[in-house]
């Protein structure tokens, strides 16, 4: 067949179809309407239930709706219940053939299960990375009466268009979803197969744990050894560093359900820890049949000095200790073990000096930061699933959301989402780019919390460095340089995240949404301001907080005394001529600036006044409150044209701040 011929329904010429039976011959007939069946297939044994299966080649119009390519594997399944071990044949058959020839996320399942749709439905439900799996009964295949094509055709778009695969938070655990990241995994295999320890850093959701769970699935196919240490569970990083190393040998001993003699807890002292370790992994390496063991230690952050949230990794010298018995075990014997170190962060193996004492690991680790997708990843990725979703992307987005988001995957993902959520339901439909700037729009404006995700691990444990990168996006362009000259190795961590670059000598956001994300966050800390910058900073604080105080002392004078008398206390602090003005207006046109006017310190004295109904919110200083009303006040923009000191202006934004903050928590 030549590569530029449309597929055609068929069976090709020559294929064993000798294993059917008459039932399962003629549903393979019947799926040769609808597809080109290229492949007889065979027969999967999957404990004691036996499967067949053949594949099939999507035809034009499938791969039109679906944008299929590729062969689809069909499992025949003869018991007239649906059983979950039903769904490893297709893993059987994966490994019958070279991947790159099957279609990844898409297979056919006809079982003799009438209740096959409900069946399936209650083994995937709580699989977010489920396949894609389109269920068939025998008796819909065989005895359908209705339009078969048309019935095959919505079936397909009712699995495909209805599941939103770009909506996904958590880790990747299987190779159908993960995408862009294989390099890296085997890169860090082949180091530790020449005996090399590594280490991968970046920012949280970049993939990081994704990367490792696929490196566990290479490993676990190698039949090769390996261990994962969550640092950040209590249970490891509570422990010091004498015990931490028994838990290592426990969590090895126990994944592979070794019977080694490994000495109890109490026996890792301080002074026997280091020489019990020794013994307890070699032991172990014997009981593995001397295969070389990675050691995993993910969120190293957790047992780092300076930042573990257990004091005696961040203060005391457990840290020193820990690593200092296993640079020497991996030292004194050859292919042994080799660890690999997972973080946010490389700090643990730049400083030379902790607590006045060599780092053991100080330069001795390599290590890569985890780069952002390049154009090609972004687009095999976003193609892939949003093909199989009904939208066809515009190919210029491809670059668009590479360079818009860093290259950032689980942002490049959450924006699809956003793009799935508002196009027209009716599949397939074109994205182009004004659906795309919309979406991106949307998703800044509404989905802050997924921006704070990926860096409030800096703003937790590396505050110098997001402090540099808030500089940075408000524009305080002198104070990030001179921290960048100061401290370089914050600027290149900074680099290295993906955050930032930098271009003859000048430094700018490689990620624009967080860039506007920060700036919006942090947009009046910005220290070296010109005169007419401190004035508007000063009139829009202002503007922005009085209507908001406005609303909340028409409603809390009125929630307690009533409008009546609310309206009394209001005029009474109006004084003449306004009160003659406002005895002829409602409650509520009071507060209403068009209809007469109010001053911010028309507020401060309501609420001074009447402090009992409003120390819930301000309280309960009421002196401070006075005196902050008193400096936002004072600085006001009919004083625009004289100088303001910086004494003055630090005074204005630590008063504003404090009474923002708490009218934001009420409102």
């Not at 301080?270 to 032991?283: C, P, R, T």
């Not at 966050?521 to 009139?539: C, F, G, P, Q, S």
Request: glycine share 4%; aromatic share 14%.
């Amino acid at each position: 067949m030549l590569f530029d011929e449309k597929i055609k329904p068929g069976i090709a010429n020559n294929i064993d179809l000798a294993h059917f039976d008459h039932e399962e011959f003629e549903i393979v007939k019947r799926f040769s309407h609808e597809f080109f069946v290229t492949n007889g297939g065979g027969v999967a044994r999957i404990a004691n239930s036996v499967y067949q299966y053949f594949l099939v080649k999507p035809t034009q119009k499938y791969t039109d709706l679906f944008n299929f390519e590729k062969e689809i594997i069909c499992v025949i399944s003869r018991y007239s219940r649906l059983e979950p071990r039903t769904l490893d044949a297709f893993d059987y058959v994966k490994k019958q053939y070279q991947h790159f020839r099957l279609e990844k996320i898409c297979f056919i399942l006809i079982s003799k299960d009438e209740n096959v749709e409900e069946d399936l439905g209650n083994i995937l439900k709580n699989d977010k990375e489920s396949l894609i799996i389109i269920p068939f009964s025998f008796k819909e295949i065989l005895y359908n009466k209705d339009n078969y094509e048309h019935f095959i055709k919505n079936r397909f778009k009712k699995y495909f268009y209805s599941r939103d695969l770009f909506a996904f938070d958590g880790v990747i655990k299987k190779d159908v979803y993960f995408f862009g990241r294989d390099e890296i995994a085997y890169s860090i295999i082949n180091k530790h197969k020449s005996n090399e320890n590594t280490g991968l850093f970046g920012l949280r959701r970049t993939g990081k744990t994704s990367i490792i769970h696929k490196i566990q699935r290479i490993l676990e196919q190698d039949e090769q050894a390996f261990v994962s240490i969550d640092c950040q569970n209590p249970a490891f990083h509570k422990r010091r560093w004498n015990s931490a190393l028994y838990y290592i040998l426990k969590e090895i001993s126990e994944f592979y359900k070794l019977k080694v003699n490994i000495q109890s807890e109490d026996k890792f002292t301080e002074v026997e820890a280091a020489s019990l370790f020794e013994k307890g992994i070699l032991n172990i390496k014997q009981a593995l049949g001397n295969r070389l063991i990675l050691l995993i230690f993910d969120e190293i952050e957790n047992i780092t000095f300076g930042v573990s949230p257990s004091i005696h990794w961040e203060k005391d010298l457990d840290f020193i200790y820990f690593w200092q018995t296993l640079r020497s075990v991996y030292q004194k014997h050859n292919n042994i073990y080799t660890y690999l170190l997972v973080g946010t962060n490389p700090l643990c193996v730049e400083m030379p000096i902790i607590s006045k004492k060599d780092n053991p690991i100080f330069n001795q680790i390599p290590y890569d930061y985890i780069q952002g997708f390049t154009v090609r990843q972004t687009r095999e990725m976003v193609r892939t699933l949003g093909s199989a979703m009904g939208l066809r992307f515009d190919e210029l987005l491809y670059s668009k959301l590479t360079d818009d988001l860093g290259g950032h995957p689980f942002l490049i993902r959450h924006v699809c989402s956003t793009i799935n959520k508002l196009v027209p339901p009716e599949r397939p439909v074109s994205v182009d780019k004004v659906t795309y700037e919309k979406a991106k729009h949307e998703f800044a404006e509404k989905y802050n919390s997924y921006l704070e995700m990926i860096i409030n691990v800096l703003k937790e444990h590396f505050s110098d460095e997001y402090d540099m990168l808030t500089f940075l996006a408000i524009g305080d362009y002198d104070t990030f340089v001179k921290f960048a000259e100061n401290s370089p190795l914050y600027t290149n961590h900074l680099i290295g995240y993906g955050l930032i670059a930098r271009e003859n000598d000048n430094y700018f956001f490689r990620i624009e949404i967080i860039k506007d994300y920060l700036s919006k966050m942090h947009r009046y800390e910005k220290l070296n301001m010109t005169t007419d910058e401190i004035w508007r900073e000063i009139a829009e604080r202002r503007n922005g907080l009085e209507p908001k105080l406005r609303m909340i002392v028409r409603s809390q004078l009125q929630a307690q005394l009533g409008k009546n008398i609310a309206k009394v206390e209001v005029l009474q602090v109006f004084g003449e001529p306004r009160k003659s003005k406002g005895n002829a207006l409602a409650y509520e046109d009071l507060f209403n600036p068009s209809k007469i006017d109010i001053y911010f310190e028309d507020l401060r004295k309501i609420i001074i006044k009447h402090w009992n109904y409003f120390k819930n919110i301000f309280g309960p200083d009421k002196q401070k409150f006075d005196d902050q009303m008193h400096a936002i006040n004072k600085n006001r923009n009919d004083a625009h044209a004289k100088e303001i000191s910086k004494a003055s202006h630090d005074v204005f934004r630590s008063a504003i701040s404090d009474i923002e903050m708490k009218v934001s928590d009420f409102l």
